[in-house]
């Protein structure tokens, strides 16, 4: 089994920058993409950003340029550096990662807790 575990979130006004962590820990496991997904209230789940383990990364177009996502192989952990941020920016955010099981020979999805970002004056 595999657990991601995030922190970070906040309330911040706008314009103000928030940095969120997940780190993913489990036996025998090859981690390939990680992302962050962001929900607000009302509306469906979204990707945000994602990246590969070779360092390829996607951006939602409404975050490019703002937001920065960044990983560190070694400790299983996925970065989001939050820039700039807006009031619509307000939603819950959650980790996921695409995880190989090594000793079962299967891929699955994780996704961790979700963290509270809100953005307002």
């Known amino acids: 089994q595999v657990q991601l575990v995030e922190s970070g979130g906040g309330l911040v006004q706008p314009g103000g920058s928030l940095r969120l962590s997940c780190a993913a820990s489990g036996s025998l496991i090859t981690i390939h993409t990680m992302g962050w997904y962001r929900q607000a209230p009302g509306k469906q789940r979204e990707l945000v950003a994602d990246?590969?383990?070779?360092?390829?990364?996607n951006y939602a177009d409404s975050v490019n340029g703002r937001f920065t996502i960044s990983r560190d192989n070694a400790k299983n952990t996925v970065y989001l550096q939050m820039n700039s941020l807006k009031p619509e920016d307000t939603a819950v955010y959650y980790c996921?990662?695409?995880?190989?099981?090594?000793?079962?020979?299967?891929?699955?999805?994780?996704w961790g807790q979700g963290t509270q970002v809100t953005v307002s004056s």
């Open positions: 996921n990662a695409n995880v190989y099981h090594r000793a079962n020979y299967y891929y699955k999805d994780y």
């Open positions: 990246i590969t383990s070779g360092g390829n990364t």
